[in-house]
């Protein structure tokens, strides 16, 4: 349903080009829930953003995106924003900073709705109290402001916002970002909940592997703005190949465990746009070759859906 073929960003400053995503492809098919993790400042925002067009002005985009084979990028802006919440909804990271601080809930919803369909004011009230009530909120919450909700109550409005057009493809960018853990399982439940019932396809980006265990069904890894390592979520767990991936998962804590220090990746990430001539990840990663610096390793599908690009990995060689 949605195929993204080498995308390319970058932005223009102070005369210079710093690429930040370089040649990500996948595909996205109906009910589907593709999570997309990595550290931060590894493409994954800028990724979304891309898909939707809401870029700045210095940004330059290259490659595909295909939904139902109609090629987004080459879109106006008229029409994009025409696809935009019908077609292909984002849930961002901060809902105070989403939503609209002088507008009520109830004009969010109204507005929203009128734009997208030719119906009255009335009836887009009705299904903006179908929409709250889907997400576990009283209608009484159309009369209040963004500020006089909580976090996890301005999360869920977003969350009604962005399925209420029914679209095909839903953008959660890590939606449960500071917010209570309590919380972050509700917003969790609700979505796979939601997902469920309307076979929405959901790409879900997060930096928190604990997340992803519980909600998608394939998982897709990025570092320095390319991608690492994409597998179904099972093998993903089980059987993580690349070096990155293994140790993103050994950063993870268990319950039954009491380490005595926490583990983390040695060295630091790198800088946006940094320019490599191998693997991005070969200056952290314990397991590199001389080859790991001079050439760029390609993807390979090692195994039914299971993708790698590392020159470590050999047949049926374990890493």
Do not use: W
């Amino acid at each position: 349903m949605l195929k993204v073929s080498n995308l390319q960003v970058s932005f223009k400053i102070e005369e210079k080009e710093i690429k930040v995503l370089k040649n990500l492809s996948y595909e996205l098919e109906e009910g589907d829930i593709l999570a997309l993790v990595g550290e931060s400042g590894s493409g994954k925002s800028v990724h979304a953003l891309a898909i939707c067009s809401l870029l700045a002005d210095n940004a330059k985009v290259q490659g595909s995106v295909k939904l139902e084979e109609k090629e987004l990028l080459k879109l106006t802006p008229r029409k994009m924003r025409a696809i935009l919440g019908k077609k292909i909804a984002m849930v961002f990271q901060d809902p105070m900073s989403s939503l609209n601080p002088v507008l009520t809930i109830q004009s969010h919803f109204t507005e929203t709705l009128q734009t997208h369909f030719k119906i009255t004011k009335k009836t887009a009230l009705a299904r903006a109290k179908d929409a709250l009530k889907e997400v576990e909120i009283d209608e009484t919450c159309l009369k209040k402001y963004p500020h006089q909700l909580s976090g996890g109550m301005r999360q869920r409005v977003m969350i009604a916002l962005a399925l209420c057009l029914k679209p095909q493809v839903l953008i959660a960018d890590e939606p449960t970002t500071a917010l209570d853990v309590s919380v972050q399982k509700q917003i969790l439940d609700l979505i796979k909940t939601l997902q469920k019932q309307t076979n929405t396809a959901v790409i879900f980006i997060t930096h928190n592997l604990a997340i992803v265990q519980d909600l998608a069904k394939r998982v897709l890894v990025l570092y320095a703005g390319e991608k690492m390592e994409e597998a179904p979520k099972e093998e993903f767990f089980k059987n993580p190949k690349h070096p990155y991936s293994k140790a993103l998962l050994n950063c993870l804590i268990s319950l039954d465990e009491k380490p005595e220090q926490l583990n983390a990746i040695e060295g630091n990430p790198p800088q946006s746009g940094q320019v490599f001539t191998g693997c991005p990840f070969e200056p952290r990663c314990p397991n590199k070759k001389s080859i790991c610096a001079e050439k760029k390793p390609e993807l390979k599908e090692i195994s039914p859906k299971h993708f790698v690009a590392c020159h470590l990995f050999n047949g049926e060689e374990k890493l």
